[in-house]
């Protein structure tokens, strides 16, 4: 499977943006990541094959993530962006019974989007 990430940019603080991961077949779970300048890739949220979702306490109430078949589109609808939200955004996936939060755990990468938070 290959994912492709999409709909990075530039947003205002206090702004909304939605980003989207295509994936070229079926997959189990899909994640979201971001890594900031000189910081360690961070879990954002996954949802599995069955829309069950998980979030990491640091975006629950602000990001919200959402699958889409046939096609299995992942969405990320992030809201209220701040400065500190500037990343890298990568999405992954993998095949596993349960929701994997680590980096370590994903076997496919996107190739990341761009999000940059102008305060």
């Known amino acids: 499977v290959q994912l492709q990430a999409y709909g990075g940019g530039l947003v205002q603080a206090g702004g909304s943006l939605r980003l989207s991961c295509e994936a070229t077949?079926?997959?189990?779970?899909v994640a979201w990541f971001r890594q900031a300048p000189g910081k360690e890739r961070e879990f954002l949220a996954a949802?599995?094959?069955?829309?069950?979702?998980k979030y990491a306490a640091s975006v629950k109430g602000r990001f919200t993530i959402s699958r889409e078949y046939p096609n299995d589109t992942v969405w990320l609808q992030m809201t209220d962006l701040n400065a500190e939200d500037t990343a890298v955004y990568y999405c992954?996936?993998?095949?596993?019974?349960?929701?994997?939060?680590?980096?370590?755990?994903?076997?496919?990468w996107g190739q990341g989007t761009l999000v940059t938070v102008s305060s």
């Open positions: 077949e079926r997959t189990v779970n």
């Open positions: 992954a996936a993998v095949y596993a019974r349960d929701i994997p939060t680590t980096e370590s755990a994903y076997t496919t």
């Open positions: 949802i599995n094959w069955n829309y069950r979702p």
